[in-house]
């Protein structure tokens, strides 16, 4: 199985930033699909950034050009750079991954189907 954590949630006034990062053990995969999805209360799963093995990453476009998704230096890890934060940004965001890359575009969609993900970090933003 896979275990998925994540780290780096915390408080901000608008305008600031917070990275967050997710490490990855257990099973491995020769290719990944590895994002961000967040959910705040009373709203639905929304997905936030997706990177798949060959670095290519696709942004809900809520948070393009404000966050960047990277790959961390474990071998399954994956970071959230996110600046210019505003009060909308504010939920739970959980790493996700799965060993279906082909369906990385589709999981930003929908990331309920993504088969990993840690329990999430809290970012609230004021």
């Known amino acids: 199985d896979v275990q998925l954590v994540e780290s780096g949630g915390g408080s901000v006034h608008a305008g600031g930033s917070l990275r967050l990062s997710c490490e990855g053990s257990?099973?491995?995969?020769?290719?990944?699909?590895m994002g961000w999805f967040r959910q705040a209360p009373g709203k639905q799963r929304e997905g936030v950034a997706v990177?798949?093995?060959?670095?290519?990453?696709t942004y809900a476009n809520t948070v393009r050009d404000r966050f960047t998704v990277s790959k961390g230096t474990a071998k399954v890890s994956l970071t959230l750079q996110m600046n210019s934060l505003v009060a909308e940004d504010t939920a739970r965001y959980y790493c996700a991954a799965d060993p279906r890359e082909t369906l990385c575009d589709y999981f930003l969609n929908d990331p309920r189907n993504m088969n990993y993900r840690g329990k999430g970090t809290q970012v609230t933003v004021s």
């Open positions: 990177m798949d093995s060959f670095g290519r990453t």
């Open positions: 257990g099973r491995t995969y020769v290719k990944w699909c």
